[in-house]
């Protein structure tokens, strides 16, 4: 099984350009996660979506920070203008089951560290 | 709101020293308790899920247990290959779809 996949891997920006990332999820897993995850810190979650839908954007800066999942499948997230505390990794997870969690969680990508000088 | 806080932040041991990592958590009823590991320039990989207290769950050199409050990651003659960040995680009912809350992790180095 393929796993999360994302790009680009690294991007460096200046504070209030514009930035995007990719994810592609695991063939049939509907439920799709963006972490953000700061150096030294534990990931923590931004946007959820449930196939096309949002389930949970509580913890997204939605004046900056927008994401969306055409088709149920890839996802983009996008920073505009970023802001030097936007610097972190950029962490996309997939999950198979909506609701109770299974035994294995969900699967990461390797992430997008993104660096705001 | 849910709290999930580990320690030791960071943690040192000689090859085949045994040790345990703590996961400190308050969240009003607990659906599952996660534990990760995750090497640098990567993504958190899953290790084990904990439901109740009392449960233990074994992977090779590792063993997760947990109570009402705190779970720990005991670490058995530890190698150089488990030097990583583990994170502990955990999701309550009603929160949607498996949303998870998780600690700062604790970076172990395990020294040859």
């Known amino acids: 099984e393929a796993g999360v996949a994302q790009s680009p891997r690294y991007k460096i920006i200046e504070k209030r350009q514009s930035v995007a990332f990719w994810c592609n999820p695991i063939s049939g897993h509907a439920t799709l996660y963006w972490y953000q995850q700061i150096l030294g810190q534990g990931p923590k979650l931004l946007i959820q979506?449930?196939?096309?839908?949002?389930?949970?954007d509580s913890q997204l800066p939605k004046d900056r920070f927008s994401a969306e999942r055409l088709k149920g499948v890839d996802s983009t997230l996008k920073i505009q203008p970023a802001k030097l505390e936007d610097s972190a990794v950029y962490l996309c997870?997939?999950?198979?089951?909506?609701?109770?969690?299974?035994?294995?969680?969900?699967?990461f990508g390797s992430g997008t560290r993104l660096t705001v000088v | 709101e849910d709290q999930v806080t580990q320690s030791p932040e960071a943690l040192r041991l000689q090859e085949g020293e045994s040790s345990s990592l703590n996961c400190s958590y308050t969240?009003?009823?607990?659906?599952?308790l996660f534990w990760y590991r995750q090497d640098p320039g990567k993504g958190p990989e899953f290790l084990f899920t904990?439901?109740?207290a009392g449960e233990e769950k074994e992977k090779e050199r590792l063993k997760a247990t947990l109570t009402k409050k705190e779970s720990f990651l005991h670490i058995t003659a530890p190698k150089p290959e488990d030097s990583a960040t583990y994170l502990c995680?955990?999701?309550?009912?009603?929160?949607?779809?498996?949303?998870?809350?998780f600690g700062q992790g604790t970076r172990l180095t395990i020294n040859p």
């Open positions: 979506f449930q196939n096309n839908g949002v389930v949970d």
């Open positions: 969240v009003s009823g607990l659906r599952g």
């Open positions: 995680a955990v999701q309550r009912p009603g929160q949607g779809a498996q949303k998870l809350v």
């Open positions: 904990l439901y109740s």
């Open positions: 997870a997939s999950s198979r089951i909506s609701g109770r969690t299974a035994n294995y969680g969900y699967t």
